[in-house]
């Protein structure tokens, strides 16, 4: 099977699912942000920082990061660069997670983090051209009610740009299936749901989101193929899982990338995307980690492009969108294969 150049890989056009905005700010911008806002950052080189020993120490480094995040332009900032760095790595349409959390807890008002998000992407859609939508974050740990107090708090804001809720950070210790409330109110309103799920717990985490909580994707499901009954119908249902290589990796669920699960789970049928996760965080941007998986999973240009159009499936676009997006893909597939000299594929169109 053919691979491709890292050139081609990045011209491949691709959609994100699994980034989120905070964890992709560039130290460059992080140390300015942290200067700005008085933030004393305990590394002398700031991407010293972007160092990890587990989840936990992950999360303290997203706690400095947001701190560093205060005023509107600062949110604007970091979502408009991200768009472009994104942009940059092939990047047609991102589905992006913020976390307002963090911020909320030291003061700074949902409304301004939100006005910043949106003027951010509102710029870089113009500049790039690349398009954006929001999904917020519940925090997990937090718990439900403060869940469901952060919906109902986002439904005053424009719903235009956001479209989903999800759940990150931690998963030890806590009962998901209380968070069945505020996803339920979440669907009610309109939202797409997902959650972070089996990153660092197991497998059954993964089948209280899907049979209990009913969410509409698996973000990492990393041990989902610990239970092959769950995994036959994360399939047959077609719910996407959202993978994150290097970031599993990065946080030390598993040494070599090469043992991902994510090529097992595809031969099982599961519609599997592959995510940046954290980008600058993790020093990767989405062409990168393409290539990362290209080399550990042994892949090829097909495989490449069929993990492209599998994010198109698992997005949250309209059906017309999808199909309209699906065609000009392979549309680009064709004319970057013909430009690099690669052979025509048969995409049974
Ligand atoms: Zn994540």
Same mark, same amino acid.
């Given at each position: 099977m053919g691979t491709a150049s890292p050139e081609h890989i990045r011209s491949i056009p691709k959609v994100e699912l699994h980034v989120h905005v905070e964890g992709a700010a560039t130290p460059s911008t992080l140390a300015s942000l942290a200067k700005k806002n008085d933030v004393h950052l305990p590394?002398?080189?700031?991407?010293?920082?972007?160092?990890?020993?587990?989840l936990e120490d992950f999360i303290s480094v997203y706690d400095i990061i947001c701190r560093c995040l205060v005023a509107a332009e600062d949110f604007e900032r970091v979502a408009y660069e991200s768009l472009e760095l994104a942009h940059k790595a092939g990047v047609r349409y991102r589905e992006m997670f913020f976390s307002p959390t963090f911020a909320l807890r030291r003061g700074v008002s949902f409304a301004t983090l939100w006005s910043g998000l949106l003027a951010g992407l509102d710029a870089a859609q113009k500049d790039f051209g690349i398009q954006c939508r929001f999904i917020m974050d519940v925090d997990k740990?937090?718990?439900p009610g403060p869940a469901r107090e952060l919906i109902e708090l986002a439904l005053?804001?424009?719903?235009?740009?956001?479209?989903g809720i999800g759940g990150d950070a931690g998963e030890a210790g806590?009962?998901?299936?209380?968070?069945v409330d505020p996803f339920d109110f979440a669907r009610k309103n309109g939202f797409k749901t997902t959650m972070h799920l089996?990153?660092?717990?197991?497998?059954s985490d993964i089948e209280v989101g899907v049979r209990? @909580?009913? @969410?509409?994707r698996v973000d990492?499901?990393?041990?989902?193929?610990?239970d092959m009954d769950l995994t036959q119908e994360v399939a047959e249902r077609q719910i996407p899982v959202t993978v994150c290589p290097t970031s599993n990796v990065e946080i030390g669920l598993?040494?070599?990338?090469?043992?991902?699960?994510a090529p097992t789970m595809r031969r099982h049928g599961v519609l599997v995307s592959i995510n940046s996760d954290n980008a600058e965080m993790f020093r990767i941007d989405l062409a990168d980690e393409f290539a990362r998986v290209q080399d550990a999973f042994g892949y090829g240009l097909d495989d490449l492009e069929d993990l492209s159009l599998a994010a198109v499936e698992s997005s949250w676009l309209d059906e017309t969108s999808k199909n309209e997006m699906n065609d000009q893909f392979i549309a680009q597939f064709l004319e970057l294969r013909s430009n690099m000299g690669q052979p025509a594929r048969d995409f049974g169109v």
């Open positions: 590394v002398q080189d700031p991407a010293d920082l972007y160092v990890y020993e587990g740990p937090s718990g005053k804001y424009d719903r235009d740009y956001l479209i806590i009962d998901l299936s209380a968070f089996s990153e660092e717990g197991p497998v209990q @909580i009913g @969410i509409d990492h499901g990393f041990n989902l193929l610990d598993l040494e070599e990338m090469s043992a991902h699960p």
